[in-house]
């Protein structure tokens, strides 16, 4: 029988979760073995883990009893939301408090709960410059995690606050450089002069993995992190060096980002304002050296850009 400790992860087969999944079974003399839960235990992303060496377990946010059961056992739990499936603060807030009831009934010794600032903070729902969205809030998908880190500490499990930041795999679904009519390589950013503090998804599981090994040190406290803080001229400037030509950087305006008519615009819009004006908190909490303690093997812009080239090339 094994002696060590099983982290059961939700979200595994997604960005945060199956990087954390994949950080424990890359390393097999560690403390640590893997539970993989998963709506669907055959996907082939769900079998891959599998194969890996991962104990892969059916379980869902909307099945409090699934949960318990799949976290029965654990030493720590890896809880994550996607506000992007329902596009609804209220859905991920019942999800998270879900999750909350699920860890303490289990006995869990130690929880990493995905999470974000409250924006409300930056710019409150009473400043006529940005609408107000589902009701109370600025920018949901962060605000209502700000809200549900309530869940984790009333419910007295040991928890780690993970605050995660821009994915730039977002680059590689259609927010990197594109070809003006002029031919030019053109990278559109709502963020003026501003740093944007970015992270390659795999380096968020594998921070939490760092969490997790370091016991309880980082119990009760707050862990922001990024792999860069960038203006939009240095990301230009990075695309460039990559693809090998030229990349104007053009900033848009959040009226403009809002008004475009893209799915989530309006949250969008709002969530690059809060970056732009909250961006001396935002990235100063986001300390590099400490996430690199944490994370040995963080990948900076320029070096997670190297790996994605092919993807991020326009037509």
Known sequence: MSDKKIIAVLGSTGAQGGGLVRAILDDPDGPFTARAITRDAGTAKARALAERGAEVVEASLEDEDSLRRAFEGAHGVYVVTNFWESFSADVEL????????????????????STLEDTRDVIPVSD????VLQERYTVPHFDAKAEADAFFRDSGVPTTYLRTTFYWEGFTQGSGPTRGEDGRLVLTLPMGEARLAG????????????????????????????GDHL??????????????????????????LRSLGVPAGEELGNMFQFYVEGEQDFVGARDLDRV?????????FRGWLDEHVEAVKPA
Request: proline share 6%; no cysteine.
């Open 231 to 256: 203006t939009g001229e240095q990301y230009a400037a990075a695309f460039a060096d990559a693809l090998g030509e030229p990349v104007d950087y053009r900033p848009l305006t959040h009226d403009q």
């Open 292 to 300: 690199r303690a944490l994370n040995p093997r963080l990948q900076s």
């Open 128 to 131: 006529p410059r940005v609408p």
């Open 94 to 113: 019942a999800q998270a408090a879900t999750a909350a009831r699920a860890v303490k009934a289990a006995g869990v010794a130690h929880v990493v709960w």
């Open 199 to 226: 992270v390659a998804a795999e380096d968020i599981g594998r921070t939490a993995y760092g969490i997790f090994a370091a016991g309880q040190e980082y119990v009760g406290k707050t862990v922001s992190i990024a």
